[in-house]
Nanobody
Framework: QVQLVESGGGLVQPGGSLRLSCAASGNIRTVYDMQWNRQAPGKQRELVANITNRGKTTYVDSVKGRFTISRDNAKNTVYLQMNSLKPEDTANYYC??????????????WGQGTQVTVSS
């Protein structure tokens, strides 16, 4: 069994920073793309950032220049460094990943989410 566990959310003032982490564990053979998504109340889920297992990154326009996605392949962990946070960044942030398990099955996995609240 494979699971993703996020950490690092919380309450921060506008202009502040937070760093999210998401660790994949279990019967893992290969971790491919790792992503951060977010969903705010009353809004659609949004893909925030993606990183391939070779380190290529993409971002939604609203976070470019403020957020940085990175990963540690040895630890099967992805990070999201969030700087210059704005109230509109408030959301539940989910880690997702495409993973091949030891049985050879390729699946999308989701973490449980971590809340980020940007407010004064």
């Amino acid at each position: 069994q494979v699971q993703l566990v996020e950490s690092g959310g919380g309450l921060v003032q506008p202009g502040g920073s937070l760093r999210l982490s998401c660790a994949a564990s279990g019967n893992i053979r290969t971790v491919y793309d790792m992503q951060w998504n977010r969903q705010a109340p009353g809004k659609q889920r949004e893909l925030v950032a993606n990183i391939t297992n070779r380190g290529k990154t993409t971002y939604v326009d609203s976070v470019k220049g403020r957020f940085t996605i990175s990963r540690d392949n040895a630890k099967n962990t992805v990070y999201l460094q969030m700087n210059s946070l704005k109230p509109e960044d408030t959301a539940n942030y989910y880690c997702t990943s495409v993973i091949r398990d030891l049985a050879g099955r390729l699946q999308d996995y989701w973490g449980q989410g971590t809340q980020v609240t940007v407010s004064s």
